[in-house]
Nanobody, 124 residues
């Protein structure tokens, strides 16, 4: 199983960025996909998650109203559209996969497959 995240970069406050996570080696509909982020000196946090067929979606408080998670199982890809970016969104963003029934949508536990991080830096 491989997860490949990309799309990060250096942007300014208020800009938008779309992250992509391409998966291989797993059946997409069997897995909830999550986007995590980790900033230096801070704990990793779950930003958004989407169930196997996209029927259930979770956002943490910082993402609500600004970020949109989506997926296309035929393309083996999950996206995180991030709008109205703030300096506090600066972090390494990672995608991860967990079995649909391993834990609740808002839970950070159960993720078994991880991609490498893609850095998003928001300048003020």
């Amino acid at each position: 199983v491989q997860l490949q995240a990309c799309g990060g970069g250096l942007v300014q406050t208020g800009d938008s960025v779309r992250l992509s996570c391409a998966t291989s080696g797993l059946t997409p509909s069997d897995y909830t996909m999550g986007w995590f982020r980790q900033a230096p000196g801070k704990e990793r946090e779950l930003v958004a998650a989407i169930s196997g067929r996209g029927r259930s979606i979770y956002y943490n408080d910082s993402a609500k109203g600004r970020f949109t998670i989506s997926r296309d199982n035929a393309k083996n890809t999950v996206w995180l559209q991030m709008n109205m970016l703030k300096p506090e969104d600066t972090a390494a963003y990672l995608c991860a996969a967990k079995n649909l029934y391993s834990s609740t949508m808002s839970s950070m536990s159960g993720y078994v497959y991880w991609g490498q991080g893609t850095q998003v830096t928001v300048s003020s």
